[in-house]
């Protein structure tokens, strides 16, 4: 009898070992299924067909509020632009040090113009300098995105 105990042990030990482990995955805000995510800098097509989308979105994390953890920032397209993540009802924050990790964020994307003095206030947040806060003189079309939730590769 301590055989067949032995015996299967062993094939659950083997099966166990032989499977590929996800990376660990840390949620901020709402849990959500992380697959079928669209990668960022797919975005941009998206809300060129409706100003407004439900979507889960997958990309590397290229800032973050210096603050708080009270945004980020994701890639929306290969020039260097950028797609602003908030946080629903202010309710989460991020951690500080999430730059480089790879996040899949759960929420809804709008594309809208930002005005001057949001924008100064995003880049006083960003620990921008005084002369970069100045020279913001224009509003500007920005995609955002509010999360429901964050999942973020540790």
Do not use: R
């Not at 590929?20 to 998206?46: C, I, R, W």
């Not at 953890?69 to 260097?80: Q, V």
């Not at 759960?106 to 947040?125: C, M, P, Q, R, S």
């Amino acid at each position: 009898m301590k055989s067949i105990y032995l015996f299967f042990l062993s094939i659950i030990l083997f099966i166990s070992c032989s499977t590929e482990q996800k990376n660990d995955v840390a949620f901020y805000g709402e849990t959500f299924e992380t697959d079928q995510a669209v990668a960022s800098t797919e975005l941009k097509d998206k809300l060129d067909q409706s100003e407004t989308v439900n979507i889960k979105l997958e990309g590397e994390i290229t800032g973050v509020c210096q603050k708080k953890g009270c945004w980020l920032k994701m890639p929306l397209d290969d020039n260097g632009n950028e797609v602003f993540v908030k946080f629903k009802d202010y309710k989460f924050f991020v951690p500080m040090d999430a730059s480089g990790k790879k996040a899949v964020i759960n929420g809804v994307a709008t594309k809208e113009v930002i005005d001057v003095a949001t924008l100064k206030h995003y880049a006083e947040d960003a620990g921008k300098s005084d002369e970069e806060i100045a020279a913001i003189t224009a509003p500007e079309t920005k995609y955002t995105f509010m999360a429901a939730g964050v999942a973020i590769e540790d």
